[in-house]
């Protein structure tokens, strides 16, 4: 607002030159109108939209819900409202952790606990979600301030502090697990937990607490040159913890500490942190909604647009001893699962009945399964190579129709006189 004012103030000045001259109309009017807005903007506070009581599916303007609902007509999501049920808990709120916040809040999660102990800095303007009008405040604090905007529906909880001292490990397991009264929900302990921090030993802390509560979490990093990241799914006893399987740099004996010079520091980018964010919320809530595959790894190289994945077993020699205790659990959940597993199968082949993919719709998409998407290839497999799930909505070459090859009993002879005499009679004809 402040560069529109100065703006005016300029066009005002000149507004009187030239009215010295003669009346301008048209500066005039335009001048006016400039005024009344300006106006306006100075007398109209923050607009808040009131809390939304159900989810609905409703098709109008006015409904903040109504696309992320259509994710059940479209059958991608069973019951997207159970959205609401959940709590997640965000470890970092900085380039990652800051715009894994916000997704979350635009998709209607029921509640974040969200933890950090530093404050905005202008510095920090190279990335998305923190704005400069909120550098000196807590990140936790200025996340809330700008969430609590975005989506009131959303129960929020600020926690300024460090979590790797004693007194910061022992709030922040009680805030995983204890309940939360101030909302009409009660919600109990969280569901997920994302770690977005910058450092190994903030790690370390988030896998002890999540395998001492037994407690699934994604952790997630970007490098320090900017242009490559990751995220890991981190099921206590299921998969490998943190400490299963240290980074290269632990490993070596080297101190975290000596890798960083001074005046040097980490390079950032937003492009690179929203593309994680994005991976690790997409993942979080296939996770909790149940819908899709969840990556156990995924590795993002910006230089390359290259994806690696892979699974990584847990250590039956890790050091960390809760993360034995749910490795001892979970082996001796087997049967339990293996039963789950022959129930659900039974109940996939009692509904083995076809059913319609997709709604009729006014664009005439269609979803095809995939057995479809095969078979479709199949019969255009000569039209060269596509990537699976893609198929030509056009016939991808012109067939030409192929002379019938002539079937009668004048082939052609093999010798020369004969060919001759072939020739004559033809001519003759
Ligand atoms: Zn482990």
């Known amino acids: 607002m402040e560069e529109e004012l100065r703006a005016m103030a300029e066009d005002l000045e000149e507004f009187k030159r030239i009215s010295r001259e003669s009346v301008h109309a048209d500066l005039f009017a335009q001048l006016q109108r400039r005024v009344e807005k300006i106006t306006s903007l100075a007398k109209s506070g923050p607009i808040r939209r009131s809390k939304v009581k159900d989810m609905s599916a409703e098709v109008v303007d006015s409904n903040p819900y109504s696309r992320l609902m259509a994710l059940q007509r479209m059958g991608i999501v069973k019951d997207y409202e159970r959205i609401r049920n959940f709590s997640i808990a965000i470890v970092g709120i900085g380039g990652v952790g800051s715009v894994a916040a916000e997704m979350l809040t635009r998709c209607g999660i029921g509640r974040l606990l969200l933890y950090d102990y530093d404050t905005v800095e202008l510095a920090n303007m190279n990335r998305l979600f923190f704005r400069p009008d909120q550098v000196g405040m807590t990140k936790t604090d200025a996340a ?232 479709s290839n199949a019969s255009s497999s000569t039209s060269g190579m596509l990537p699976d799930g893609l198929i030509h909505e056009l016939p991808t070459a012109d067939f030409h129709q192929k002379a019938p090859i002539a079937q009668d009993s004048g082939a052609f002879p093999d010798d020369l006189d004969e060919l001759r005499k072939h020739l004559d009679a033809l001519n003759a004809a």
Not at 255 to 276: F, N, Q
Request: hydrophobic share 40%; with cysteine.
């Open 144 to 375: 809330v301030q700008t969430l609590s905007d975005i989506n009131p529906d959303v129960v929020l909880e600020s926690y300024s502090m460090n979590i790797t001292t004693v007194k910061g490990f022992e709030t922040f397991t009680k805030s995983l697990t204890c309940q939360n009264t101030h909302s009409s929900k009660h919600f109990i302990g969280v569901d997920l937990v994302l770690s977005c921090v910058d450092n190994y030993e903030a790690r370390m802390v988030v896998n002890q607490a999540c395998n001492e509560i037994n407690l699934t979490w994604i952790e997630s990093g970007v490098s320090e040159d900017a242009v490559s990241g990751h995220i890991q799914l981190l099921i206590p006893g299921e998969t490998a913890c943190f400490a299963c399987v240290p980074p290269l740099v632990v490993a070596s004996g080297v101190d975290e500490k000596t890798l960083k010079r001074d005046g040097v520091c980490a390079a950032s980018l937003p492009t690179t942190m929203g593309v994680i964010a994005g991976l690790l919320v997409q993942n979080a809530l296939k996770f909790l909604l149940k819908f899709g595959h969840v990556s156990p790894y995924l590795g993002y190289n910006a230089l390359k647009d290259f994806f690696p994945t892979m699974s990584m077993k847990p250590n039956l020699q890790c050091s960390n001893n809760s993360c034995l205790d749910r490795q001892r659990e979970y082996v001796s959940r087997k049967p339990e699962r293996d039963a789950a597993a022959k129930a659900k199968e039974a109940e996939m082949l009692s509904e083995a009945v076809e059913t319609a993919l997709h709604l009729d719709n006014e664009w005439n998409i269609s979803i095809v399964g995939d057995d479809d998407v095969e078979s």
